[in-house]
C-alpha cells in the first residue's frame, strides 16, 4: 500500500513536470561543429529522459546476461544444500531411534548434495557401530581427525571403539589426544584416568584426577577416594626405590584424602615407626581404627604399644575396644582372648557376636573352646555342625566379580577392576549374615 501511494505521488509529480515545462516559453540552440539543433526546452528535457532511460536499460540488460549464470548456479547449490541438511536431519533422527540402515541412506544421499560433509561422516560412522560395521565406522571417524573441528568428534568416536575392543594402548593415545585437541574436553577425564590406572602409569593419573575433580567430572567424594588410591600407589612405589621420605608424603596425603582405608594408615605407620616416630605412628593406626574397626589395623597398632605376649596382647586389644563393642569388634577380641587362652573372657566376646549373627568364625572358636576344654566333646562337635550353616565373615570381596582377597589392594587381581576391593560380607552368602541364632542352641553360654 505504501509503495503503490509513493509510486502514485511519483507518476503525479513527473505529469506536472511535463505540462509545467510544456508551458514555458523558451528555446535551445545546440551547436556542435557543422551542425546545430534548435529545439524547445520540453523537447530538450524528453531528450535526455529518453537517453537515460535508454542507458539504464541496457545496463540492465548486462546485469542480467552477466550474472544470471551465476545466480542460477547459486540457487541450485542452496537448493542442493537444502536438501543435504535436510538427509543430515532425517540421519540424526533415524539414529536417536536406533533405524540404522535408515540413518546410513539418508547419510548417502547427503553426501550426494553437500560432498564428504563431517556431519555426514559422524551419522555413517554412527550408524556403522550400531550395525557392527567396525571397519567403515573407524574409516568414518579417522576421516573427522583431519579437520580441526571435527577432531574431538572422531577421537571421542574411535576411542570408545578401542575400549569397546579392549584396546587399552590405543584408547589411551586417542584419550591423551581428544586432551591435546580440546583441554576443555572434561568428558574425556575419568576415562583418561582409568586407562593411566591400567597402564599403571600412577603420577599421570594422580594428575588427571585433580584436574577432573576441579572441573566436576566426578563427584568430590568419589575423586578424593581415588586419589588416595593412586596416591597409596606412588607411595607402595617410593617405598620399594627406598624413598622413603617421598613415600611418607604421598600416603599422609592419601589417608588425609579418605582415612576409611587401613592398609593406607597401615603402610604409613610402618615408614613412621621406622623412622623413630613411634607416637605418631601409633596416633596414626588409633585414628584409622577409629573409621575403619578392620581387624589389620588394630593387629599394627598392637604390634606398636604391646610385646608379644598373648595375655599382654589382649589387655591392650581391650583397652583400645571395649568402649565401642559390636559383633564386629567382640569377634576380633575374642580371637586375641583364645590366643592367650582365657576361655571365659572369649566366650563372653563370642556370645556378644552370635546374639547379632550366625558366624562361622564365632562356630569355630567356641569349637576350639570346647575341644580345649574338653577333646572330643558332643559340644565341640555341635559347634563345627554350625559351622557349616554359619553365615561366612567379613572378607576383602570384589564388587564386581565377587572374588576373596587374602588381602587388600586398589587393584582386583581377579578381574583387574580399580577401587573396587571392600571389606564386607560375601555377597552369596549376605542373606544370612543378620540371622540370629536362636539362644537355646547355645547352652555352652552358660558354662555348663
Not at 111 to 132: P, R, W
Request: proline residues 2%.
Amino acid at each position: 500500500m505504501i509503495r503503490t501511494t509513493i509510486l502514485f505521488v511519483q507518476i503525479l509529480i513527473l505529469i506536472a513536470l511535463s505540462v509545467w515545462l510544456a508551458k514555458e516559453p523558451g528555446s535551445v540552440t545546440v551547436v556542435w561543429r557543422d551542425w546545430q539543433v534548435d529545439t524547445s526546452v520540453g523537447i530538450l528535457v524528453m531528450a535526455v529522459g529518453l537517453i537515460a532511460v535508454a542507458i539504464t536499460l541496457s545496463f540492465r540488460l548486462w546485469q542480467f546476461l552477466t550474472q544470471t549464470p551465476g545466480r542460477l548456479l547459486t540457487n541450485r547449490r542452496a537448493n542442493r544444500e537444502r536438501r543435504g541438511y535436510r538427509e543430515l536431519a532425517d540421519g540424526m533422527l533415524a539414529l536417536a531411534s536406533g533405524d540404522a540402515a535408515r540413518a546410513m541412506k539418508h547419510a548417502r544421499k547427503a553426501d550426494t548434495f553437500l560432498g564428504h560433509s563431517a556431519a555426514g561422516h559422524l551419522i555413517v560412522a554412527e550408524a556403522a557401530v550400531l550395525q557392527g560395521k567396525s571397519d567403515l565406522a573407524k574409516e568414518r571417524f579417522k576421516s573427522l581427525l583431519e579437520d580441526q573441528h571435527t577432531a574431538v568428534a572422531g577421537a571421542r568416536g574411535l576411542l570408545t571403539h578401542a575400549v569397546g575392543t579392549d584396546d587399552d594402548t590405543e584408547a589411551l593415545m586417542l584419550a591423551e589426544k581428544v586432551r591435546s585437541v580440546d583441554p576443555n574436553a572434561a568428558w574425556v577425564l575419568p576415562k583418561l584416568f582409568d586407562l593411566q590406572v591400567r597402564a599403571r602409569n600412577w603420577s599421570a593419573a594422580d594428575a588427571t584426577m585433580s584436574e577432573a575433580i576441579k572441573r566436576l567430572a566426578v563427584s568430590a567424594e568419589k575423586g578424593r577416594r581415588l586419589r588416595a588410591l593412586v596416591l597409596y600407589e606412588r607411595g607402595l612405589a617410593s617405598s620399594e626405590m627406598s624413598d622413603d621420605e617421598a613415600a611418607v608424603g604421598f600416603f599422609r596425603e592419601a589417608l588425609d584424602l579418605d582415612a576409611s582405608l587401613p592398609r593406607i594408615a597401615i603402610e604409613y605407620s610402618k615408614l613412621l615407626l621406622k623412622s623413630g616416630k613411634k607416637r605418631r605412628s601409633q596416633r596414626v593406626l588409633e585414628q584409622s581404627w577409629m573409621t575403619s574397626k578392620h581387624p589389620d589395623t588394630i593387629k599394627q597398632l598392637i604390634a606398636v604399644t604391646a610385646n608379644d605376649e598373648p595375655v599382654d596382647r589382649y589387655r591392650a586389644a581391650q583397652k583400645i575396644m571395649s568402649q565401642n563393642l559390636d559383633a564386629d569388634t567382640a569377634l576380633i577380641l575374642a580371637r586375641y582372648a583364645l590366643d592367650a587362652k582365657l576361655w571365659g573372657e572369649a566366650r563372653k566376646h563370642i556370645e556378644l557376636t552370635l546374639r547379632e549373627r550366625s558366624s562361622v568364625a564365632a562356630c569355630e572358636m567356641m569349637a576350639a573352646i570346647e575341644d580345649e576344654e574338653q577333646s572330643g566333646s558332643d559340644a565341640a562337635r555341635g559347634w563345627q555342625e554350625k559351622m557349616l550353616t554359619a553365615a561366612a565373615d567379613k572378607a576383602w570381596v570384589c564388587s564386581n566379580c565377587h572374588a576373596n582377597s587374602d588381602s587388600w589392594s586398589p587393584t582386583c587381581q581377579s578381574c583387574g577392576e580399580f577401587d573396587q576391593i571392600e571389606w564386607q560380607f560375601p555377597a552369596a552368602l549376605t542373606e544370612s549374615k543378620t540371622r540370629l541364632l536362636p539362644m537355646q542352641t547355645v547352652p555352652l553360654l552358660s558354662n555348663s
